[in-house]
């Protein structure tokens, strides 16, 4: 079955930096596009980043432009979130996802598979 594993997160300071992992495994990973999602608490589930089949192209919330980095390995079915300049507001679960199909997601309903969430503390 699909199963996604986040890994990576922690504790860091205010413009420190941080890289999240995702291992994805029970799919054809190279053939999904992937996400990264972020819920801090009493806030809703929001996507961060997704990344095209072939890490050829990405999408990023205006909040991540120019901060984070998604990437992926697809020989590995690892999906990356390179995270630098960090702020207090990112705080958050961190969670990956991929939807059915594999297409593009980037609201929380559109996605079908989630992994357990890492989370993400920035000190101020």
């Known amino acids: 079955q699909v199963q996604l594993v986040e890994y990576g997160g922690g504790l860091v300071q205010a413009g420190g930096s941080l890289r999240l992992s995702c291992a994805a495994s029970?799919?054809?990973?190279?053939?999904?596009?992937m996400s990264w999602f972020r819920q801090a608490p009493g806030k809703e589930r929001e996507c961060v980043a997704a990344?095209?089949?072939?890490?050829?192209?990405?999408y990023y919330a205006d909040s991540a432009k120019g901060r984070f980095t998604i990437s992926r390995d697809n020989a590995k079915n690892t999906v990356y979130l390179q995270m630098n300049s960090l702020k207090p507001e990112d705080t958050a679960v961190y969670y990956c996802?991929?939807?059915?199909?594999?297409?593009?997601?980037?609201?929380?309903?559109?996605?079908?598979?989630w992994g357990q969430g890492t989370q993400v503390t920035v000190s101020s």
């Open positions: 029970g799919f054809t990973f190279s053939t999904y596009y």
């Open positions: 990344i095209s089949r072939s890490g050829s192209s990405a």
């Open positions: 996802a991929t939807g059915p199909g594999g297409l593009l997601v980037t609201t929380a309903s559109q996605a079908y598979y």
